[in-house]
């Protein structure tokens, strides 16, 4: 039986004070081939148009793909303010040669967008967006009690029920996963999966929070090996990129080192 190998990739939140230039170059250094871009780190955000056809210039220039924009949100909420925003953001993800947009549902308690009706209507008013510019549309559940989208299999529905199996993907996010309880795995859906740990023993899964997410260790609480052993074992071939939120990673000086031992440990788990 042949070994299962994760291949690896690197979500900006997981070093938010690089630019997106020295991400890419942090990618390099870790022999990793992709890394996603985000519009949400502060200084370092991806928001101007001349500013992504440089950065993917330069992730060219090192043989690293750019996976995504994250995110459009809440991308199930659609109206012409939405629209207007997924425009924009598809210009940029178009303009770096991105694969796709990540879309995340609104996760405020007011569960408004939650209907099938409306995740679909979302759906329908993407499409043309991402099909003008040539991209993927990356739906991501929130496994939080107070998102309007927890479940995997509500995504896959809505996607089917539109049309949308070769524009729409789901990520697999191993947290939101755990979180929601979920236990349905869809690779045939999948299209990205993040990647990131919870050590903290004091709160149950329905208190974790972003800013308890950390890279994935010996002490990790979500089963992070076994869901990425089960997304390859099922076919699974895309790219697991770490997405932690919690301060002691995101303020990291050096993240390379942390990184690299997280990616050797996942790595040897899946394998053993």
């Known amino acids: 039986m042949s070994q299962l190998t994760p291949t690896f990739s690197l979500n900006h939140m997981t070093a938010p004070k690089l630019s997106a230039f020295e991400l890419l170059d942090t990618a390099k250094a870790l022999g990793l081939q992709a890394v996603e871009l985000r519009n949400d780190v502060a200084d370092n955000s991806i928001s101007e148009l001349d500013h992504a056809r440089a950065i993917g210039a330069r992730a060219r220039e090192l043989g690293i793909e750019i996976l995504s924009i994250n995110a459009l949100y809440p991308f199930n909420v659609w109206n012409p303010e939405r629209a207007a925003q997924a425009e924009r953001l598809a210009e940029l993800a178009a303009a770096c040669g991105a694969t796709g947009l990540v879309l995340c549902p609104l996760n405020d ?157 996942i790595a040897e788990g899946v394998r053993g």
């Open 109 to 265: 308690g007011s569960f408004q967008g939650s209907d099938p009706a409306s995740l679909e209507q979302a759906l329908r008013g993407l499409q043309p967006i991402l099909e003008q510019h040539g991209l993927k549309g990356f739906v991501e559940p929130l496994g939080f009690p107070v998102s309007s989208l927890r479940l995997k299999k509500n995504a896959v529905a809505a996607i089917q029920a539109v049309g949308g199996e070769g524009r729409f993907a789901l990520v697999h996010d191993t947290f939101h996963h755990r979180v929601a309880g979920e236990t349905e795995f869809f690779p045939e859906f999948t299209g990205l999966v993040h990647i990131s740990g919870v050590e903290d023993t004091a709160i149950g899964y329905e208190q974790m929070l972003d800013a308890h997410r950390v890279l994935v260790g010996p002490a990790d609480r979500l089963d992070n090996i076994g869901q990425i052993r089960t997304l390859l074992q099922a076919g699974y071939q895309g790219y697991f990129s770490f997405e932690p939120f919690a301060r002691e990673v995101c303020e990291l000086d050096q993240p390379l080192p942390a990184v690299q031992a997280s990616m050797d440990f």
